[in-house]
């Protein structure tokens, strides 16, 4: 690899070793999302540098990453140029982002409001194309003890066992929980069983002394707290 100096520039590279030469020289904060996909790609093909091919793939996905992390190995390998062992380090790398940011949002140690209840749990259910149903566990200060995964359903619902809930509610000695499902749909609007369900969860709750404290319906970009608008 040629030695980076003062007597070439950028545009003197090769325009697949571009990318890392860039980062050396100027930081990560200075490449394009293109340029850090090339880097996990490692090149090319035939006809486009890695990062032509990068920029080729994100323009299909509107420039998003967050879609493009959404892809699944064969969606990614039908792009020319993108093998099995591509696509793997791509999903790979999006996925170590998507967990980063997860860890980042754990650190909330207190939930306040229903924005705290949500930073907390739209990393993890925000952009799935499945429902899930998650509770909060917290203690009488609404500090976080535990969260948990309580089902896993389809599209457009998921059953929940409310006994399942309460049970690891005792175990934990949390007295206060918040309950959250997703939206794959993207809509907000509560279902009827949606009302339902936290009517019944809330009831279960009154006799055994634990409060729910709120119940989220949570998309990618946004959140219905039941507690906001005063219908918990």
Not at 185 to 198: M, Q, R
Request: glycine content about 6%; aromatic content about 6%.
């Amino acid at each position: 690899m040629r030695e980076l100096n003062s007597s070439f520039s950028i545009k003197e590279w090769n325009e697949n070793d571009r990318p890392r030469e860039k980062l050396i020289a100027k930081g990560k904060s200075a490449l394009t999302d293109a340029e850090l996909l090339a880097i996990l790609i490692g090149s090319g093909n035939k006809e486009e540098s890695a990062v032509a091919l990068s920029r080729r793939m994100l323009a299909s996905e509107n420039q998003s990453i967050d879609a493009l992390g959404k892809l699944s190995l064969k969606q990614l390998m039908k792009y020319k140029g993108i093998g099995e062992a591509k696509a793997i380090a791509i999903i790979a790398g999006l996925e170590l982002g998507r967990r980063r940011k997860n860890e980042d949002v754990q650190r909330v140690s207190k939930i306040s409001c229903s924005k705290d209840a949500f930073d907390l749990l739209q990393p993890i259910i925000g952009d799935l194309e499945h429902e899930e149903f998650w509770v909060l566990f917290l203690n009488n200060s609404n500090k976080v003890i535990q969260k948990k995964q309580i089902s896993i359903g389809g599209k457009t619902g998921t059953l929940v066992d409310v006994r399942i809930i309460f049970k690891a509610s005792l175990e934990y000695g949390a007295t206060t929980i918040v309950i959250a499902h997703n939206h794959p749909s993207g809509s907000l609007v509560p279902s009827k069983s949606d009302e339902i369900l936290t009517q019944k969860i809330k009831e279960a709750g009154l006799t055994l002394d634990i409060r729910l404290l709120d119940h989220l319906i949570i998309t990618e970009k946004g959140y219905f707290s039941f507690a906001d608008q005063t219908i918990l």
